[in-house]
């Protein structure tokens, strides 16, 4: 596997990114053997929406706060084919975003899920955070917190397509975000669902190179145990940031 650690990225640009070297591999006679990929960053500052219909995810009563947020600070809305409904990616947050040949793997697509979402559980108790599954909820894949007054709070998110196999994008961690955009949108169009982040739940929070680089060690060494295979002893990594 191929990790790219790239710094802060504009989110549109990993889109790209993905969705072009997913083309070429289709067109490839020789993608069976290439290299996954795994890009990690941390975004700029954006909005993203898989379907137009997703904007309805602005909370009414903050609609006008919204507009005027993100004409201020110019954040772009970025219409993609990831999944996962409307949410905010920003400074604060770390992005595991990866190109997995599936069927190379022999894994489907609920297993996939499993894995990045387990991976970030794992993550977070790395640094003795206890997160938990919400799946009691449809669309809710991620991690949660339950605060001591039962109320859970997503921490982690998932969102990722998949075509003839290919499998890219994959999932984001709160580190130290500011949460204010949140508040604005019903994040993954889960109604009225509240958002935490690592440094509210750690006196100290790890940095952003510290849980990337855990992040991805995590998460290839779960895509490995699901498929029964042995984890390569080595991957390439390139720190472009």
């Known amino acids: 596997m191929e990790i790219y650690r790239l710094g802060r990225t504009d989110p549109e640009a990993i889109d790209l990114s993905l969705r072009r070297e997913r083309e070429r ?19 700029t500052e954006s909005f993203s929406i898989n379907r137009d219909r997703d904007m309805e995810s602005v909370r009414k009563a903050t609609e006008n706060e ?25 400074p604060g947050q770390v992005c595991l975003a990866p190109l997995i040949n599936l069927e190379r793997m022999k894994i489907n697509g609920p297993d996939y899920t499993c894995v990045l ?8 108790r790395h640094f003795n ?4 599954t919400n799946r009691y909820i449809a669309g809710a894949q991620g991690a949660w917190l339950e605060g001591k ?20 994008h994959g999932c984001a961690i709160n580190v130290c975000p500011d949460l204010y ?17 690592m ?18 060690e995590i998460f290839i060494d779960l895509l490995y145990k699901q498929n029964k295979l042995k984890s390569p002893e080595s991957s390439r990594d390139f720190y472009l940031g």
Request: glycine content about 6%; overall charge positive; proline content about 5%.
């Open 149 to 168: 007054d039962q109320v859970k709070r997503k921490i982690a998110f998932l969102g990722w397509s998949c075509a003839r196999s290919m499998a890219i």
């Open 66 to 90: 919204f507009r005027h947020y993100i004409a201020e600070k110019d954040i772009p809305i970025i219409k993609t084919k990831r999944g996962g409904g409307m949410i905010w990616h920003g």
């Open 181 to 197: 955009p949140f508040s604005l949108i019903d994040p993954c169009n889960l109604k009225g669902v509240e958002v935490t982040s």
């Open 25 to 43: 591999r289709f067109l490839s006679s020789e993608r069976k053997k290439l290299d996954d990929l795994l890009f990690i960053y941390e975004p």
């Open 129 to 132: 955070i206890a997160a938990v």
């Open 117 to 124: 979402e387990h991976a970030c559980i794992e993550v977070l």
């Open 199 to 216: 440094d509210r739940n750690l006196l100290k929070h790890p940095t952003i190179e510290e849980v990337g680089k855990i992040a991805s």
